[in-house]
Structures are given as structure tokens and as C-alpha cells.
């Protein structure tokens, strides 16, 4: 046995969420990122964004409220799971876990795709040639690299949960590949999706399995239209458009 549901939780847009879409825009080789990725917090937006996401949580019913909160430990994540959980009145300790981070970019982290191809041609090219799913940029990790780590956490998650519904907050790379690992998606399907429906901040990803083993399949994917309905702003920051 283990656990029987799984809701994902992307975080609440970011300050670099913001600085990125500045650097798109302005087309720069660097995002000036305000701290380091650990430390990076939520931006005005995103924190109306997780207010309004506990708010939607409040009026789900008993049978459907998280029973245990797995948090990534970034500092976005975390502000996210706090500001969220008090809006809905969820009395939960957090467990924060480093396998829940957002994916590391190695020489690559805060550079937008241009800068990418110019600053660096060669990983450019080793980027198309190997395909997202197993380029690893030096220093970094790949995506298979990460659905290992999502691999370890959810043996814990199966072993400490077992029988519960459990909210895990974390980023949009780690959000695709739970569903990658969960629902046995193949490559193909995986990175697809990935391109055309990228994770929205604040969104939901529920992912069920009541018998408590076996494969899970997906019930919600990327709801946000509660951020709508509670007139909070819907941002879709696609965090690897530029490297991943």
C-alpha cells in the first residue's frame, strides 16, 4: 500500500519568473535572477496567487482535503505552501525535501536560450542532438536525472503516507516528471505535453490511485481556473524555455 492521491502544486509566480520574461523580452543573453534559485521569492502576483489557491482548497470537502504537505525547499515553494495552507485552514506540518527541488541548470542556470546558443554553441548542439529528456548541461542534470530523484521521494511518500492524500508544492519541471514517473508516460507523450501545455503557476495536478499501488492516472491537470474565478492572474512561465 501507499498513498492514494497526489496533488501537485506548481508554485506561485516568481521574482524570476519575472525577471526571465523581462529578459525574453528584451532579448539578453542573462536573466538577472535576484538571488540564488534556493532563495528566489514569490512576486506580488504570486503570492495573490497562493492566497487564491488556499481559498479554492477551503471548499473542497473532507474526503477531498490533503491529509500531509511535501514541500520543496526553495524559498518560492515554501512561501507558496505557507501562504496557501493558512487560507485554507489546513493544520499541517510540512515535510521540506531537497529531491523536490527544481531542476539545476549547471553553466547554464540564469541564461536565457539566446544567450545559451551564443555563449555556449556546443551545448546548443548537444542539447538537440541528445533531446531534453536526457541532455545534461555540465554541472546540471538532465530530466532523467530528476525523475530519479521523484523515483526515491515517492518510496518515502508510499511509506510515510500510506492511505493519504498528500499535497506536494514544488516546481513545474518536477511537476511534468511526477506525472512522466506516475503514469508511465513514454518520451514522446512526455515532452509533447511539456511543450504545448506548460505548467501553470499555482496550478493543480491531482494525481489518484485508490487502491494505494499500481499506476496512478491523472484526475485534474493544470487547473487554474480557480485563479480566474478569484480574480488572481493566470501566468504560465514555462521555467526551462530557455535552457531545458
Not at 532579448?27 to 535572477?33: E, K
Not at 514569490?42 to 503570492?47: A, F, V
Not at 491537470?221 to 493566470?234: N, Q, S
Request: hydrophobic residues 40%; proline residues 4%.
Amino acid at each position: 500500500m501507499g498513498a492514494v492521491e497526489l496533488v501537485l502544486i506548481r508554485h506561485g509566480q516568481s521574482e524570476g519568473n519575472v525577471a526571465a520574461d523581462k529578459a525574453d523580452r528584451s532579448r539578453a543573453d542573462r536573466v538577472m535572477v535576484p538571488a540564488r534559485d534556493a532563495d528566489v521569492v514569490l512576486s506580488d502576483t504570486g503570492r495573490e496567487q497562493s492566497e487564491a489557491l488556499g481559498r479554492h482548497v477551503a471548499t473542497w470537502p473532507d474526503d477531498r482535503r490533503p491529509q500531509a504537505l511535501w514541500v520543496s525547499p526553495y524559498r518560492r515553494a515554501q512561501q507558496t505552501a505557507e501562504i496557501a495552507s493558512g487560507a485554507a485552514g489546513l493544520d499541517l506540518m510540512p515535510r521540506f525535501d531537497e529531491r523536490l527541488r527544481d531542476r539545476e541548470l549547471g553553466i547554464l542556470d540564469a541564461l536565457t536560450w539566446r544567450g545559451v546558443r551564443r555563449l555556449h554553441p556546443e551545448e546548443a548542439e548537444r542539447r538537440r542532438w541528445l533531446g531534453k529528456l536526457y541532455y545534461r548541461p555540465p554541472g546540471g542534470e538532465s530530466w532523467a536525472d530528476v525523475a530519479l530523484r521523484i523515483r526515491s521521494v515517492l518510496a518515502d511518500i508510499d511509506r510515510d503516507e500510506d492511505g493519504r492524500r498528500v499535497m506536494v508544492v514544488c516546481h513545474d519541471a518536477v511537476i511534468t516528471l511526477f506525472r512522466y514517473v506516475c503514469e508511465r508516460i513514454d518520451e514522446g507523450t512526455l515532452l509533447e505535453g511539456a511543450r504545448r501545455n506548460p505548467v501553470a503557476n499555482c496550478s493543480i495536478t491531482r494525481l489518484v490511485r485508490p487502491s494505494g499501488s499500481g499506476i496512478w492516472t491523472s484526475d485534474v491537470v493544470g487547473d487554474v481556473g480557480f485563479l480566474r474565478t478569484r480574480d488572481a492572474e493566470v501566468t504560465k512561465h514555462a521555467g526551462e524555455r530557455h535552457v531545458g
